[in-house]
């Protein structure tokens, strides 16, 4: 397939400090990745960020920094936690899901989900959504 790259904004979410970067997308990556040199530009400090666990592609397992970002494509985005590590930006699975971004292989780009084109469905719990639907029904009820 190749090597797919987005341009995506990354945002801090404490200090609002963002910047334009063109990411790799990784979709077996689950998490999204920033180097630390990013994440001080960035305006993180990885020492006082809490870690994560995660597990590579090589089946070890790592623990570090992760830090709370917003991310942006086109005129779509998302929050999520990047881990610390590497040298470049990795946007994953997490974002492009949460976004309904897709990879299309054929032209190694990152498009819309067209099966979304209204942007990402948000599901609420069970309990919500039959909430809702029986005071819907008790209100047309004569």
Avoid: H
Avoid at 24 to 43: K, M
């Amino acid at each position: 397939m190749g090597y797919v790259y987005v341009d995506v904004t990354l945002t801090n979410l404490f200090t609002r400090k963002s910047a334009a970067v063109c990411a790799l997308v990784d979709t077996g990556s689950f998490l999204s990745v920033i180097p630390a040199s990013f994440a001080v530009e960035l305006g993180f400090d990885p020492d006082e960020m809490s870690t994560r666990f995660a597990t590579l592609a090589d089946g070890s397992r790592v623990e570090r920094p992760a830090v709370p970002l917003e991310v942006e494509f086109q005129d779509r985005r998302t929050t999520c936690d990047a881990l610390v590590m590497g040298n470049e930006c990795v946007v994953g699975v997490l974002a492009l899901e949460a976004m309904a971004l897709v990879v299309d292989p054929v032209r190694q780009c990152v498009i819309l989900d067209p099966k979304q084109p209204d942007g990402p469905v948000q599901f609420a719990g069970k309990g919500a959504i039959f909430r809702e639907l029986a005071e819907e029904f008790n209100r047309r009820r004569p």
